[in-house]
T-cell receptor, first 112, second 112 residues
Framework: EDQVTQSPEALRLQEGESSSLNCSYT??????LFWYRQDPGKGPEFLFT???AGEEKEKERLKATLTKKESFLHITAPKPEDSATYLC?????????????FGTGTRLLVSP | DTEVTQTPKHLVMGMTNKKSLKCEQH?????MYWYKQKAKKPPELMFV???????INESVPSRFSPECPNSSLLNLHLHALQPEDSALYLC???????????FGPGTRLTVT
């Protein structure tokens, strides 16, 4: 069975304190890995798609990387507005191209 | 423009009521999705429409009935819901299955 595990479950940072969030996956055939940001009571906001090991994507203070077993979301010099839950999700050959399997998320709180 | 709109934002309904949730996108996407999200949990897929045809139904109870009138619209008809159906209902769309999904803001549903 395909599994996606995110760690840590919660992370508290001071403004400017860089860190990384982890998404490890056990799947039969990765088709794509997606990162989303979700604010409380709102829909997830698409951030990145990664398709193959070694791939990297960047957007402002965020950088996503992918290996054969895990993905990292690096946050450089975070600001309070980066506080949110970060979700990763995978599409695999098991699920076909239609279903995202989500991890349980990392709740990030950045204090000023 | 990557906007998916959902109405209403909030809905309170009794267990004997019939109501509908609506979703609209104007990005030319050909796949649309309904998800259910409980507090502090990741979204769970309910239905997938691809080219206006239902292609995935994740064993959702028949009190939830999806409808895709055209490629831009997606409805979720609700009837005889239970209190445990209270959740955030999210609509998403993608260029096709296998592409990144863009989520709407959600409808917060409370069943009394």
């Amino acid at each position: 069975e395909d599994q996606v595990t995110q760690s840590p479950e919660a992370l508290r940072l001071q403004e400017g304190e860089s860190s990384s969030l982890n998404c490890s996956y056990t799947v039969s055939g990765l088709r794509g890995l997606f990162w989303y940001r979700q604010d409380p009571g709102k829909g997830p906001e698409f951030l990145f798609t990664l398709y193959s090991a070694g791939e990297e994507k960047e957007k402002e203070r965020l950088k996503a990387t992918l290996t054969k077993k895990e993905s990292f979301l690096h946050i450089t010099a975070p600001k309070p507005e980066d506080s949110a839950t970060y979700l990763c999700a995978v599409q695999t050959s098991n699920t076909g191209f239609q279903k995202l399997v989500f991890g349980t998320g990392t709740r990030l709180l950045v204090s000023p | 423009d990557t906007e998916v709109t959902q109405t209403p934002k909030h809905l309170v309904m009794g267990m004997t009521n019939k109501k509908s949730l609506k979703c609209e996108q104007h990005m030319g996407h050909r796949a649309m999705y309904w998800y259910k999200q409980k507090a502090k949990k990741p979204p769970e897929l309910m239905f997938v429409y691809s080219y206006e045809k239902l292609s995935i139904n994740e064993s959702v109870p028949s009190r939830f009935s999806p409808e895709c009138p055209n490629s831009s619209l997606l409805n979720l008809h609700l009837h005889a819901l239970q209190p445990e159906d209270s959740a955030l209902y999210l609509c998403a769309s993608s260029q096709g299955t296998g592409w990144e999904q863009y989520f709407g803001p959600g409808t917060r549903l409370t069943v009394t």
